[in-house]
């Protein structure tokens, strides 16, 4: 079967770090992108990030919102993905998603993960 | 960036209704739209993509289609199961943006 599992959040003060880990079964990790989303409290999804394959040399885009505070990372030896976040904000409160393209090459993602939740407070 | 504008973002319906949402593209994302859904603290779920094609396991009650940007998800005969809320998502460029939600609550 399939599946991503999200672990890492919790509570953290403003400007601190957390990391947030993605861990795939189920397929072979190398083969495909990866993506992240978030949804804060009562809110709609937003994309955060997505992470080429190594054969497409890695490469990573941002959503502006997060773009220099975040980063995207793999290792494809453990099957994780990872997302790293610093200086982090109230507004970046929420749950955190990862997800798996459904196939190579494209932007429609199945499955998720069931989501981790990040709580940016003092 | 392209935005999607979801409407309604709201909508009470009863056990077989039809029901209608629609997203509207900023600009041309040709086929790239897709739907999820998503019931409360649950994960979304791919229902719907490139516009009109199921994800396995969708019910044929669900169907998508387009009109220029213009694009609609259509649920006839509403089963419990469907209320819940439901996003579109345009694929065609980066940065991916999601529209603003619909909620199918029971009338």
């Known amino acids: 079967e399939v599946q991503l599992v999200e672990s890492g959040g919790g509570l953290v003060e403003p400007g601190r770090s957390l990391r947030l880990s993605c861990t795939a079964s189920?397929?072979?990790?190398?083969?495909?992108?990866m993506s992240w989303f978030r949804q804060a409290p009562g809110k709609g999804l937003e994309w955060i990030g997505f992470?080429?394959?190594?054969?497409?040399?890695?490469?990573?885009e941002y959503a502006a919102s997060v773009k220099g505070r975040f980063t995207i990372s793999r290792d494809d030896s453990k099957g994780i993905a990872y997302l790293q976040m610093n200086s982090l904000k109230t507004e970046d409160t929420g749950i955190y998603y990862c997800?798996?393209?459904?196939?190579?090459?494209?932007?429609?993602?199945?499955?998720w993960g069931q989501g981790t939740l990040v709580t940016v407070s003092s | 960036d392209i935005q999607m504008t979801q409407s309604p973002s709201s909508v009470s319906a009863s056990v077989g209704d039809t029901v209608t949402i629609t997203c509207r593209a900023s600009?041309?994302?040709?086929?790239?739209s897709n739907w999820y859904q998503q019931k409360p603290g649950k994960a979304p779920k791919l229902l719907m993509y490139?516009?009109?094609t199921l994800q396995t396991g969708v019910p044929s009650r669900f169907s998508g289609s387009r009109s220029g940007t213009d694009f609609t998800l259509t649920i006839n005969r509403l089963q419990p199961e469907d209320f819940a809320t439901y996003y579109c998502?345009?694929?065609?460029?980066?940065?991916?943006?999601f529209g603003g939600g619909t909620k199918v609550e029971i009338k």
């Open positions: 992470i080429r394959r190594e054969l497409y040399g890695g490469t990573i």
């Open positions: 997800g798996r393209p459904m196939v190579q090459g494209v932007h429609e993602f199945d499955p």
């Open positions: 600009q041309d994302i040709n086929i790239f």
């Open positions: 189920g397929f072979t990790f190398g083969d495909f992108a």
């Open positions: 998502q345009q694929a065609s460029s980066f940065p991916l943006t």
């Open positions: 490139r516009t009109s």
